[in-house]
């Protein structure tokens, strides 16, 4: 009977993390027998030898006090920039990398695929390929782990929280919950089925009934009467979406901030918290209660899908801005493929 001591190595931060876990174990085996051996090998040499031995009093070694201070001390660093260097690693994810959404909920993962798909405890993914895992909470923290991977992330409601990997071998892997959450804690469990591209496209080619995540997304923001005032490619109400996702935005408080996941979730709970300059508040009305993270999510990718392509983020911050100098902007504009 095979008895492993370490999970399957499944990915590729896989081995780096159990090489840091290792060095980590043997330094503390070394310095753990160190102590013990020089705690019996003193005991032993200046242990008393008769009634009425007094010791030589010691008035300490600067030297030695200095160097089992700085030895110690560098020794603990390499684990910090060791450590470092993976945590960095780990937490960003690569440019071409796939998105996958998941929603921890009480108690249950809910895995959406911006082709549509959607799953309860299942997540399929290609090998080889980069996935970037962006994660949300429908009610308490969760914690998004698969031990073949060697990554984990808590799953905080009311924000985002994102994790990649590259899986490096066909198969399949447990997802655990690793924070309580409350009674089914530990029945919060799921697999990751890692693919060959080709099996991989197949799957992808079966399901998703309901439209591409931005499909889904549109539905939404026309059930929820977003589109009344959030006209597209004309002034409404409200900010014209096209081309907001990952641009500059100034703020009527003379902020300015990137239009990103956590802006646009915000933007849609909590609108007067940063409002665009140019528009009034209290125009837009809360969505907090109405609408699901999944749903959310599917908005976000809509919004995303609005992007311009080949515009560079950053250069689009215009298109938000107040009708006037909008108008002057788009014009402006280089590459923006805009017309109106
Ligand atoms: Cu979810 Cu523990």
């Given at each position: 009977m095979s008895f492993p001591?370490?999970?399957?190595?499944?990915?590729?931060?896989?081995?780096?993390?159990?090489?840091?876990?290792?060095?980590?174990?043997?330094?503390?085996?070394?310095?753990?027998?160190?102590?013990?051996?020089a705690v019996f090998f003193f005991a032993l040499k200046y242990r008393r030898r008769s009634e009425d031995e007094v010791p030589k009093q010691i008035h300490g070694s600067l030297i030695l006090e200095i160097s089992w201070s700085i030895i110690p001390f560098v020794v603990m660093l390499t684990f910090f920039w060791w450590g470092a260097q993976i945590f960095f690693e780990n937490a960003t994810p690569p440019k071409n990398a796939m998105?996958?959404?998941?929603?921890?909920?009480?108690?249950?993962?809910k895995i959406q695929y911006p082709q549509g798909?959607?799953?309860?405890?299942?997540?399929?993914?290609?090998?080889?390929?980069?996935?970037?895992?962006?994660?949300?909470?429908?009610?308490?923290?969760?914690?998004?782990?698969?031990?073949?991977?060697?990554?984990?992330?808590?799953?905080?409601?009311?924000?985002?929280?994102?994790?990649?990997?590259t899986a490096t071998k066909p198969g399949r892997y447990h997802i655990f919950c690793a924070e309580y959450c409350g009674t089914e804690h530990s029945g919060m469990v799921?697999?990751?089925?890692?693919?060959?591209?080709?099996?991989?496209?197949?799957?992808?080619?079966?399901?998703?009934?309901?439209?591409?995540?931005?499909?889904?997304?549109?539905r939404l923001f026309e059930q929820l009467g977003c589109s009344t005032c959030h006209l597209l490619d004309q002034q409404g109400r409200c900010p014209n979406l096209r081309g907001v996702y990952g641009s500059h935005i100034q703020l009527g408080d003379g902020r300015s901030i990137v239009a990103d996941d956590a802006y646009i979730r915000e933007s849609i709970l909590n609108p007067?918290?940063?409002?665009?300059?140019?528009?009034?508040?209290?125009?837009?009305?809360?969505?907090?209660?109405?609408?699901?993270?999944?749903?959310?999510?599917?908005?976000?990718?809509?919004?995303?899908?609005?992007?311009?392509?080949?515009?560079?983020?950053?250069?689009?911050?215009?298109?938000?801005?107040?009708?006037?100098?909008?108008?002057?902007?788009?014009h402006q504009a280089p590459g923006t493929g805009i017309q109106q």
């Open positions: 001591l370490f999970p399957e190595a499944a990915s590729s931060m896989a081995r780096s993390v159990d090489y840091l876990y290792l060095y980590l174990s043997a330094v503390t085996v070394v310095m753990t027998a160190l102590i013990f051996a998105d996958v959404y998941v929603v921890g909920k009480q108690w249950m993962w798909q959607r799953e309860i405890n299942e997540l399929h993914v290609p090998v080889n390929r980069p996935v970037k895992i962006t994660l949300a909470s429908e009610d308490v923290i969760h914690s998004f782990f698969i031990p073949a991977f060697r990554i984990k992330h808590d799953v905080v409601p009311g924000r985002y929280d994102t994790m990649w990997f799921g697999w990751v089925t890692v693919m060959t591209e080709e099996d991989y496209e197949n799957w992808l080619s079966n399901g998703g009934v309901e439209g591409t995540m931005a499909q889904q997304g549109e007067n918290a940063k409002v665009v300059a140019g528009y009034r508040p209290d125009v837009m009305p809360t969505f907090q209660g109405q609408i699901s993270e999944e749903q959310l999510l599917q908005l976000i990718v809509y919004i995303k899908s609005l992007a311009i392509p080949g515009a560079p983020a950053g250069q689009l911050g215009q298109v938000v801005a107040p009708p006037a100098a909008r108008a002057v902007a788009l």
